[in-house]
């Protein structure tokens, strides 16, 4: 089993959709976990952190839920620039474990 | 400006003749490491650095070394090459915020 999983999507939402990613992790040590973006071909981006007590950043939310061992993402209001693909991502020690990623695609 | 730059940017190669992908960052970050991506797989760790001198094996490192003499550079070599090394590979670095800096990434192609 992968230590983080997400499914790989394509979500394909209209603009001004909300969507929503999981991701799931098996190990209950880890203290930090990311969400990343990488356009294609290019380097993966912090996106932003995750906290137990969930955090909000403009459209974006992200939520942790230890008792699950689950994060998610929520996009409101898509653009046509949230097209990308999103990396669910946990820390081990200085050590990232990155998920394979999710592909979201926001048509107009 | 913050920068982790990775030379070459694209390479095709063939088998068994060796190279090296150079990364530097101007941060001063003591954390560098060297990931691979391939397509179903996400980024798997290959080697990482602690600090000069200091380095540990990733999840992957099999055909792969690697150095850090000086803080600022710490190159991937490959001694021989082999198709499966094909891949789309990403220097990192940490910082105090514990927030890492990818470089642009580098895309091998071993035939």
């Known amino acids: 089993r992968k230590e983080v999983e997400q499914d790989p999507g394509p979500f394909n939402v209209p603009e001004g959709a909300t969507v929503a990613f999981n991701c799931t992790y098996s190990?209950?040590?880890?203290?930090?976990f990311f969400w990343y973006r990488q356009d294609c071909r290019k380097e993966p981006k912090l996106l932003m952190s995750?906290?137990?007590s969930g955090n909000e950043d403009g459209r974006f939310t992200a939520q942790l839920n230890r008792a699950s061992q689950y994060i998610s993402l929520l996009i409101r209001d898509s653009k046509l620039s949230d097209s990308a693909t999103y990396l669910c991502?946990?820390?081990?020690?200085?050590?990232?474990?990155f998920g394979s990623g999710t592909r979201l695609l926001v048509r107009p | 400006e913050a920068q982790v730059t990775q030379n070459p940017r694209y390479l095709i190669t063939v088998t068994g003749k060796k190279l090296t992908v150079t990364c530097s960052q101007n941060?001063?970050?003591?954390?560098m490491s060297w990931y691979r991506q391939d397509p179903g797989l996400g980024l798997r760790q290959i080697y990482y650095?602690?600090?000069?001198?200091?380095?540990d094996k990733g999840d992957v490192p099999e055909g792969y070394k690697v150095s850090r003499k000086e803080k600022r550079n710490f190159p991937l070599i490959l001694e021989s090459p082999s198709p499966n090394q094909t891949s789309l590979y990403f220097c990192a670095t940490f910082s105090a915020s514990y927030e890492q800096y990818f470089g642009p990434g580098t895309r091998l192609t071993v035939t």
């Open positions: 190990n209950s040590a880890s203290q930090s």
């Open positions: 991502v946990m820390d081990s020690s200085y050590k990232l474990i």
């Open positions: 941060m001063n970050h003591e954390y």
């Open positions: 650095s602690m600090n000069v001198e200091v380095t």
């Open positions: 995750v906290y137990s």
